[in-house]
């Protein structure tokens, strides 16, 4: 599976942006997808995801109530719109992609090259 993501930027304080992690390849063996981000100097951490088999989405608390994950099937891509952007939010977002487990922590099997978000106060 290959992962390719996009969106990233620099937007205001308040600001949005749409991500999108378009996967190619033998998407059929995806078993859950997640967004994790990684600040300077911090570790990576959990973003969203959902496990795609049951449908259903995960969010880190400080996702809660300003980013929405959705996924489109037939396109094989899933997306995160992030509202309310806040200079904490500023990272290195990655897309990734297990064949077997959803899990917050970052042990998937496949990843995308990251895309840099950058919140201005």
């Known amino acids: 599976v290959q992962l390719q993501a996009s969106g990233g930027g620099l937007v205001q304080a308040g600001g949005s942006l749409k991500l999108s992690c378009a996967a190619s390849?033998?998407?059929?063996?995806?078993?859950?997808m997640a967004w994790f981000r990684q600040a300077p100097g911090k570790e990576r951490e959990f973003v969203a995801g959902f496990n795609w088999m049951l449908d259903k989405t995960y969010y880190a608390d400080s996702a809660k109530g300003r980013f929405t994950i959705s996924k489109d099937n037939a396109k094989n891509t899933m997306y995160l719109q992030m509202d309310s952007l806040e200079p904490e939010d500023t990272a290195v977002y990655y897309c990734a992609a297990d064949s077997t487990a959803f899990t917050s922590t970052p042990d998937y099997d496949y990843w995308g090259q990251g895309t840099q978000v950058t919140v201005s106060s």
């Open positions: 390849g033998r998407t059929f063996r995806t078993y859950a």
